[in-house]
Structures are given as C-alpha cells and as structure tokens.
C-alpha cells in the first residue's frame, strides 16, 4: 500500500478564545488575526515538514487548495508543488487538488500540471475537488446549482487537454474557446492519475468508478465514521462491475506516535482539541449553501453520516477523539496494527496521514513525521502488495536531480 504525508497548513496560532469570539474560521474570518511575518515562518515550516516527509521515506506528499481562511490556508496549491517538484525527488506529489470548476478557462489548470510533470519528472497526481462549499459558494461566487455540472464540464476539457495532440476547439455549456493547444504536456501519457477528494456524495462515486479515477474519502470523521461511506462506494462498484481494487481508493487519517499515553496526551492533546474546536469551527450558513448537495445524496440520508464541514463531536476532547477514530495515537507498534485495520476494513489502499494537525508546533512535528515515516510506513510497505496501483505516477526512470547551491 502506499502512504502519503498529507498537509492543510492550518494557521497554528489563533487565539485562545476564537471559537467562542469569532463566528467562524472560513469565510469572514478576521484579517487583523493574520500576521504576515508569522505566515512567513508558518509557510516555510509547512514546506520544510512536507520536503522531510518526503526524505524519511513516505510514498507521497498531498497540498490542497482553499480559500479566505484559517483553516488551510494553501490558496494555490500549485505554487507548494512547484517549490516541493524542486526540493524532492523520487516521491509522488499529489494536489488534492485543484478546485476545477473556479477556474475559466480550467484550460489554466491543464497548463499547470503539465508544466509540473515536466518539473518533477512525471511525479504528479492531479487531484480533482468539487471545493467546499465554503470555498466555492462563498469566497468565489460560484452558483451551487450549477456547481457540479461546470465541474463535470471543466474536467472533461482539461483530460481532452492533456491527451488531444491535435487543436481543437471547445463548444461547452460553460466554457467556450476556439482554439486548446496546450503547452508544455505532461510528461505522462496520456495524463497524470486523477484524483478525485470527496466527502460522500453518491455521484462522486459512480463517477469516479465510470472514469477510472481514484476516490480519495477526506473526513476528519475518523475511521468509524468512515466506513459507512467507504462500503457505499465499493458497493456502488460492485453494483457497476468494477474490481475491488482497494488502490481505488484513499482516506484521511490523524495520527500521533509517541511513547505513552501520558506523552501522547501533553504533546498531541491540546493541539488536536485546537484543530477539532478551532479549525472546523465553521458558520453553519457556509456549509451548505442551497443547491450544494445533490437530491440523490440527499435521500440517500449521507448527510447524517458524513455531515456539514465543520460539524465535529459534541465534546471534542483528546479523549473523546481518540476513542471515536478521529486520531489514532500510540506507540509505533500500535499505531501500524491500527492503521493496517483500517486499510483491510475500509479497503483503501492509499493511506493520507496528518502529521502535523491544527497547532502542533514545528519542531513535534518533524518528530512525528519521524517516526511515523521511520517506524510505522515500513510495517505497511507489504499490504495489498498482491494488487497493482493504477492510479500512482509512471516517473521517468532518469530525471534531473536537484543540483548543488552556486557559491
């Protein structure tokens, strides 16, 4: 199986109170709270974090894309992967993703990809996010009731973009140009693997299923949670024919390594309260704006199980958390038996891990990534190993190598 370093870039240092002061964490989320010089120190620890993940062995590195927040604050996630396409080698760098359907044309996102696979050597996996509703209803505009289908549009032009050598032109509902003839190409043929985030919507699934494209299920749910929605895709598979191939599929997870639970708890336990009681603090008027959720996903009562962004235990204390699934903390040994129980009960062959999680401060971080990367990553290398991975980067066999600073 492969594990993937996955990481928001949540702003780590809002005050004590936001939750109880401040209605929400996207959106309106005050910008006196930012402080520039402190992003400066927080982006490069970010990368710093994403670069030794990479050293310390794990398959792959995630960014991701979201907006007019405190949460992840990773606009572009385009920008990171071209910093980490330089700083990295022979690791996956997966943007999870780009959200499609914001930009016009999406040709935009085409070019870019193409221009990192060249970069990076054939490295990129290109994810595909609807966006929350926060990012795309609020901060950009976008129309819910016509959400989806610009994005069904978007990443049709851009698959035809990547894999048409001839110019064409492009006649659509919602994007209109006479002629697509993108330079560079990626290095992958006839693309890079598609990726598609999703939290749960039914469609997503059989759409993910027809095209051949990875479900990678972001929840900070927690694995019990989870797996409701998990079985739902791979029934939905079945139900279509599709093999079980649990590289089909991917799934977010906390996680925490340390020596003993009263570690654990002093070093991870306030930090992960942070991300659960400050990070998903969301209005709920922004979670769901009319017309962002389909009726199908709706009657399929989904809502109940997977939830509004935002939503989050009742008490969201370390305790609490861990006993739900929404972390997995322990020892290196405990940590690998757990995490290899979820891939068999989820059958998700693409494990995302949160090393670093709301304000975990740098220098634990690192240290987590350590040991996760050192001492649980090994114990996993062999599971699924019977499967092939279709939805991984084909590199080229000889790339450039980053070369020495100049005197």
Sequence with gaps: MKLEMFHLHPYRELPQDFDEKYRSV???????????????QMYNDT???????AHMGFDGICVNEHHQNAYGYMPSPNLMAASLARRTKDVALIVMGN???????????????????????????SGFPTGTSMDTNY????????????YAEAAELIVKAWSEPDVFAWDGRFFKLRYVNIWPRPIQKPHPPIWVPGAGSIETWEWCLKNDYNYAYLSYSGFKRGKQV?????????????????????????????????ELAEKFGPHVEYFYNKMLHVYPGFGDAPGYRTLDTLKAGLLAQTGRFGERPPVSTWENLRAGGNII???????????????????????????????????LAMQNIKRVATEVVPKLSGVFSEYE?????????????????FA
């Design 26 to 40: 996207w959106v309106d989320v005050p910008s006196h709270l930012f402080d520039p010089e402190r992003a400066h």
């Design 47 to 53: 990368l710093d974090e994403l670069e030794y993940a």
């Design 99 to 125: 959200s499609i359907a914001l930009y016009d044309p999406p040709t935009r996102v085409a070019e870019e990809m193409a221009m990192l696979d060249c970069i990076s050597g054939g490295r990129m996996v």
């Design 139 to 150: 901060a950009y505009g976008s129309n819910p009731a016509l959400l989806r289908d610009k």
């Design 230 to 262: 998990m079985d739902g895709f791979w029934n939905k598979a079945e139900e279509l024919g599709v093999d079980r191939n649990p590289y089909r599929a991917g799934f977010l997870q906390l996680v925490a390594v340390g020596d003993s639970e009263d």
């Design 329 to 363: 903390a322990g020892t290196a040994d405990q940590v690998a038996e757990q995490l290899e129980a979820v891939a068999h009960d989820l059958n998700v062959g693409h494990l995302m891990l949160l090393c670093q999680i709301g304000s975990v401060p740098h220098d």
């Design 389 to 405: 991975d279709h939805w991984w980067p084909q590199m080229l066999p000889k790339r450039v190598q980053q070369q020495p600073m």
